[in-house]
T-cell receptor, first 116, second 110 residues
């Protein structure tokens, strides 16, 4: 296991197109997170899963965004009808959470989206 | 509103200097605080995690402190090296999510 993998690393699309990003977490991790990072800013929380259940969604996640983790393993983040404001780095992270443990997140390298 | 602020936004130092990066947060009801490093175009690498009940953590040349009551954390880097050049992000855990600062861009000149 080489860590959290994200695909594709870079996606260029035209406004109005749909895009999908995939995240493969560390295999024994039960939690998976999506964050968005724009240039010069820190990452912003979008959503997280515990196993296959989506437990929290940010208000940043408009109805054009949908995330799934169907079998509690990999996750997809789909953006429909992309807008130029969606251009950002989309970061996935995973962790193993138990009780009151530290829950240290391991981040992937990110998927950079450019909307023309 | 839970906000995290990092000062300075950018820092340039000669190799060998000791330096301090600052992080402040508005809501002191934190679970823990993490410092991350991010290289250009890359993901985040966790450097240190301090639980809310702890005062500091050390790893090699890095030392992070936490003063929850005043809403502040510092990251101290000793004997800086050009390889330390990166963006350093402070993240505070509230519940099940991390709230990040905008980062400090560090450049260590050889």
């Amino acid at each position: 296991d080489t860590g959290v993998s994200q695909d594709p690393r870079h996606k260029i699309t035209k406004r109005g197109q749909n895009v999908t990003f995939r995240c493969d977490p560390i295999s024994e991790h039960n939690r998976l997170y999506w964050y968005r990072q724009t240039l010069g800013q820190g990452p912003e929380f979008l959503t997280y899963f515990q196993n296959e259940a989506q437990l929290e969604k940010s208000r940043l996640l408009s109805d054009r965004f949908s995330a799934e983790r169907p079998k509690g393993s990999f996750s997809t983040l789909e953006i429909q009808r992309t807008e130029q404001g969606d251009s950002a780095m989309y970061l996935c992270a995973s962790s193993f959470s138990f009780g009151s443990g530290a829950n240290v997140l391991t981040f992937g390298a990110g998927s950079r989206l450019t909307v023309l | 509103k839970q906000e995290v602020t990092q000062i300075p936004a950018a820092l340039s130092v000669p190799e060998g200097e000791n330096l301090v990066l600052n992080c402040s947060f508005t809501d002191s009801a934190i679970y823990n605080l993490q410092w991350f490093r991010q290289d250009p175009g890359k993901g985040l690498t966790s450097l240190l995690l301090i639980q809310s009940s702890q005062r500091e953590q050390t790893s090699g040349r890095l030392n992070a402190s936490l003063d929850k009551s005043s809403g502040r954390s510092t990251l101290y880097i000793a004997a800086s090296q050009p390889g330390d050049s990166a963006t350093y992000l402070c993240a505070v855990r509230y519940g099940n999510k991390l709230v990040f600062g905008a980062g400090t861009i560090l450049r260590v000149k050889s």
